[in-house]
């Protein structure tokens, strides 16, 4: 089928940025004393907001992490975000095929508004993106895998949530995607695709989404 309407997840699928993230992440964590491999905190994190993290940490362990545990991360991930962040290969080329035949995107992310905006503006992806195409976990209530994101950014777009596709490469957001009644396609570029169970079709590669959306570019 077509669709009214794309939202992008943003880490991973638009940007580069888990790798990073994810390496800083489970170093901080490693630091504070919460021993945590580059392979544990992609597969307990990927995806989502960093109150998972705080969650996490208390109930396996009953501590609380630091209470500028955000301002610190965020500091670091930015840090390494102007050095190294690059968008993802083929990102720019969907999106430009997008605003060229007219499909709505938009973007609905974890990650909070200042590290969306500080990694569209490093990557030129800012270019893109209309302020008003842009919400993240910090919109809503709750992060994914509830669906309240999405359906709030399809609301806020004016398109019923079956008439949108979401393009997801974490299993969290497969999972709100598919609670929001929406499709979903799983990017497997850093996610095995039997992770992404319940997605509508995977793919590896950007430049293959376009034959997913039924757009021949």
Not at 76 to 103: D, H, K, Q, S
Request: aromatic share 8%; with cysteine; charged share 25%.
């Amino acid at each position: 089928m077509s669709y009214d309407l794309v939202i992008f997840d943003n880490d991973g699928v638009l940007v580069d940025s888990e790798p990073l993230s994810n390496t800083i992440l489970s170093g901080y964590l490693t630091e504070l004393g919460h021993p945590t491999s580059y392979e544990e905190s992609l597969r307990d994190y990927m995806g989502a907001a960093v109150h998972r993290v705080h969650d996490t940490i208390l109930e396996r362990t009953g501590e609380r992490l630091p209470e500028d545990f955000d301002d610190t991360l965020h500091a670091r991930v930015f840090a390494a975000f102007a050095r190294e962040l690059r968008p993802v290969a083929g990102a720019v080329e969907v999106l430009e095929e997008l605003t060229a035949r007219g499909i709505p995107y938009c973007l609905a992310s974890s990650g909070s508004h200042e590290r969306i905006r500080v990694g569209h503006r490093t990557t030129g992806l800012d270019e893109w993106f209309e302020e008003e195409w842009i919400f993240s976990s910090e919109d809503v209530g709750k992060g994914k895998p509830a669906p309240d994101l999405f359906l709030h950014a399809a609301a806020r777009m004016g398109v019923e949530p079956a008439r949108c596709v979401v393009v997801e490469d974490s299993p969290l957001g497969v999972r709100a995607a598919r609670a929001a009644g929406m499709d979903v396609f799983g990017f497997t570029a850093m996610t095995p695709g039997d992770r992404l169970a319940g997605a509508t079709g995977l793919f590896g590669e950007m430049k293959e989404l376009p034959g997913l959306l039924q757009l021949d570019m």
